[in-house]
């Protein structure tokens, strides 16, 4: 089978003539004629395309080369070691909970730190501090 016959045949399955084929896929009604019913050429890409374009259930490594099946096959994304859609929704919320927590944390011992820097400066402000001896403050009084 050639590339013309596959042509006729998504005509066929698609249930059009030829006239009406050129006209789904956006083509002047002879050029279609002059593949399919004269077979004076074989299409170019810019027919291919517009077939692929209009016809998306077509698989285009039949059209092009005849292998496989003219009918695309339903192609799942999903592997069985992949996560479903729900699983990784639910891993999400996890982990925004986790990063919630961890900014929490973060907030938390920002303000100790904070402190603890505050208690250390006072301590050093205290020993740079001038002693007053005991003896000259009972004096005083």
């Not at 004269?38 to 209009?54: H, M, S």
């Not at 192609?75 to 891993?91: G, R």
Request: proline share 3%; net charge positive; glycine share 4%.
């Amino acid at each position: 089978m050639d590339i013309i016959d596959r042509l006729q045949e998504i005509i066929n399955y698609s249930d059009l003539n030829v006239s009406s084929f050129a006209k789904k896929i956006g083509v002047v009604d002879q050029t279609i004629r002059g593949i399919v019913v004269q077979r004076r050429n074989k299409p170019g890409f810019d027919i291919l395309a517009k077939i692929l374009q209009t016809f998306t259930w077509v698989d285009a490594e039949w059209l092009i080369t005849g292998k496989g099946e003219m009918i695309k096959q339903k192609t799942t994304t999903k592997t069985e070691n992949s996560p479903s859609l729900a699983e990784l929704i639910q891993y999400l919320r996890e982990k925004d909970l986790k990063i919630e927590r961890l900014i929490e944390e973060k907030t938390e011992l920002k303000v100790k730190f904070e402190m603890a820097k505050k208690i250390n400066i006072q301590k050093e402000e205290q020993s740079h501090a001038p002693c007053i001896p005991q003896n000259k403050m009972s004096q005083d009084m």
